[in-house]
């Protein structure tokens, strides 16, 4: 949820769209784009299905690297805005923010207050997923612990790395005594480390999930 102040301020970010046609999405672009999809009903009655459209490539070429949404009703360019984004539709606004490895929010956020997450297109990342969740959920749920161990032994192993120069400034020296880590971690296996962290980053981006300690910090 977000406070008025910030609301209107997202809104002032959306620019109206070309009606250029939404591309249907390709195989290839699971790790490189996100599409979600909302049904409503248009003031007359008629149903409007609003989809946002996010490609993750465009965080590389805005200035704050945050990218891109691109909102379309019924499969035409409706509006976009830089991220985060909130697109006012029919009753309420789509409310969609990014993180290092995707999104941590697509959802609907009704005038009375409730919201619910907008449907994933089967064919992403996030529509694989969900499949996944609903069709074997004892798998599901041993991936979803896999993947915060891969944020978490990271995380146990670096810290220590980081706070050892650290704590040899002097003034913190002098402060609180110098440490030294446990871990002695070659190059290689930080490395590795790290790629490990991207994987257990990536696969919760793909069910919205967000915690700022393990995915703020990786």
Request: with cysteine.
């Amino acid at each position: 949820m977000f406070t008025e102040r910030k609301r209107r301020k997202r809104e002032q970010k959306v620019k109206d769209g070309d009606g250029r046609p939404l591309k249907p999405f390709r195989g290839r672009q699971q790790l490189s784009r996100a599409l979600f999809h909302l049904d409503l009903r248009a003031a007359d009655g008629s149903p409007a299905r609003y989809s946002v459209d996010v490609p993750y490539w465009q965080r590389f070429v805005t200035s704050d690297g945050h990218g891109k949404a691109h909102l379309y009703l019924n499969g035409r360019h409706h509006a976009e805005s830089t991220l985060p984004a909130t697109f006012p539709v029919p009753g309420g606004v789509i409310d969609v923010l990014p993180t290092p490895f995707g999104l941590k929010r697509c959802h609907y956020l009704t005038e009375d207050g409730t919201e619910r997450q907008l449907v994933p297109d089967p064919r992403s990342a996030e529509g694989r997923r969900a499949r996944l969740s609903r069709e074997r959920p004892a798998l599901s749920r041993f991936i979803g612990v896999l993947s915060v161990l891969l944020l978490l032994v990271p995380l146990a192993l670096i810290i220590p790395q980081i706070v050892e120069p650290l704590s040899r400034i002097p003034p913190v020296a002098e402060r609180v005594g110098t440490f030294t880590s446990p871990f002695d971690v070659p190059g290689w296996l930080n490395a590795v480390l790290a790629l490990l962290a991207s994987m257990g980053g990536v696969e919760r981006a793909t069910r919205l999930r967000f915690n700022a300690f393990l995915d703020g910090a990786n």
